[in-house]
């Protein structure tokens, strides 16, 4: 049994007929001898109607209700698609996450996925072409439903693709692919062909909007090919693949901004073994990302301590530390959201040296100052002032060539 599975997201199914030219996809994936599971978002909108509408009924709306509540948005896309399906006369099905199951941890709002019984949608694929699955949503061990947290139909999709040992997994969007950065932002980007797994990873935990940092890290789990590509266009996309001696060539790969981040420095705390533990446990225990961090050299047994979280988080990550002030001995706070990150991405940095002096001149030269500077093999990173984040970002992209 040849499968493909395809994905698609929430502008690609806002009316009928985006999924009209949905079903086009679909049927050209049938002529070519494929069964195909078609994984689909909320239409374009849907969920931030249904957040907005939570938030009108409750102040704090509960985690585990608002799944049940968010869930709503990709049933509906799966039935209006099924019936489009089989009014052309397809033999096709919808199935919702805790019909395949889709099983999850317990994590209401951002639930990671555990398990897929393949056997079970197999076996219901034998009686059916199309399978129409929810995107972004799965069940818990108690048969609750969860969902995965923004983006989280690609990591559906994927998960489904690894579990079926598809050929590969379209995930179709209203881009053409992947680029070098935001093409609204630097018109001069550039589609990628071909890009690495780690790659995109660092691209998509940097800011990039084009894929869910987990379907990415699923795909390289299992080793499944990622195609990006457009709904509306027959156009190659980008292939999300294995790294390969070719794509070594090319210094950087692409440039990438993350606007939402905060700034916290705690001022004059102990430096003494401990107190990195006593700062970052508890924040850990509150499910807050840290990025960012840096210490400065110790002065008569003191140290500042700077790190960066999501701007979501600042107010519950201040009242964390105001808690432990006392306790890790610091003089102060600060906070300051006005900052973005922006990143030089590629495999060829492990090659190919200057890569910091090339992106730390080019921003002198446009007067960029830079807060925090953190680096992977291929990734540097730099917190900057949010003013400036387009200008580094246009400036980075020329600087490295990537508009030729």
């Not at 929430?10 to 002529?31: F, I, N, P, W, Y």
């Not at 919808?94 to 056997?119: E, N, W, Y």
């Not at 062909?193 to 990873?201: D, G, S, V």
Request: hydrophobic share 40%.
């Amino acid at each position: 049994m040849r499968i493909r599975v395809q994905k698609y997201g929430g502008t690609s199914v806002a009316d009928l007929e985006c999924m009209q030219k949905v079903r086009e996809k679909v049927l050209k994936a049938l002529d070519m001898g494929y069964k195909v599971v078609v994984v689909l978002s909320a239409m374009s909108g849907e969920t931030n109607r249904l957040i907005e509408m939570a938030g009108r009924w409750s102040k704090r709306p509960d985690l585990c209700e608002m799944d049940v509540l968010l869930a709503t948005g990709e049933q509906t896309s799966i039935a209006l698609f099924s019936m489009l399906l089989k009014e052309c006369g397809v033999k096709a099905r919808s199935m919702l996450g805790f019909q395949v199951p889709i099983q999850t941890d317990k994590s209401f709002g951002k639930a990671r996925i555990l398990d897929i019984d393949a056997d079970k949608l197999k076996a219901v694929l034998d009686k059916y072409d199309v399978l129409v699955v929810a995107g972004f949503q799965g069940c818990d061990s108690e048969k609750r439903i969860t969902t995965l947290g923004r983006g989280g139909s690609d990591t559906s999709a994927v998960a489904l693709a690894a579990a079926l040992n598809a050929e590969d997994c379209e995930i179709y969007t209203d881009v053409a692919g992947v680029y070098t950065t935001d093409p609204g932002v630097c018109p001069q980007a550039r589609k990628i062909t071909k890009i690495a797994y780690e790659e995109m990873l660092e691209m998509a935990s940097m800011g990039a909007k084009v894929l869910q940092i987990r379907s990415v890290e699923f795909a390289k789990k299992y080793n499944v090919p990622i195609h990006v590509r457009s709904t509306f266009s027959d156009g190659p996309g980008t292939l999300v693949v294995q790294e390969d001696k070719s794509m070594e060539s090319a210094m950087v790969s692409g440039v990438a901004y993350d606007k939402d981040q905060a700034r916290i420095t705690l001022v004059e705390v102990f430096d003494e073994p401990g107190v990195a533990a006593m700062i970052f446990e508890p924040i850990s225990r509150a499910n807050i990302v840290v990025d960012m961090i840096v210490q400065n050299p110790s002065r008569e047994g003191k140290t500042d301590m700077t790190f960066t979280v999501p701007k979501g988080n600042t107010e519950e990550t201040l009242k964390i530390l105001k808690r432990i002030k006392s306790d890790i001995g610091a003089s102060g706070i600060l906070h300051d959201a006005d900052v973005a990150k922006v990143s030089v991405i590629g495999v060829g940095m492990r090659n190919h040296s200057g890569v910091a002096a090339i992106a730390f001149s080019a921003l002198k030269n446009e007067n960029i100052n830079i807060m925090i500077i953190s680096t992977s093999e291929i990734k540097i990173s730099c917190l900057i002032e949010e003013k400036y984040t387009e200008l580094a970002v246009r400036t980075l992209h020329e600087a490295f060539g990537l508009d030729k």
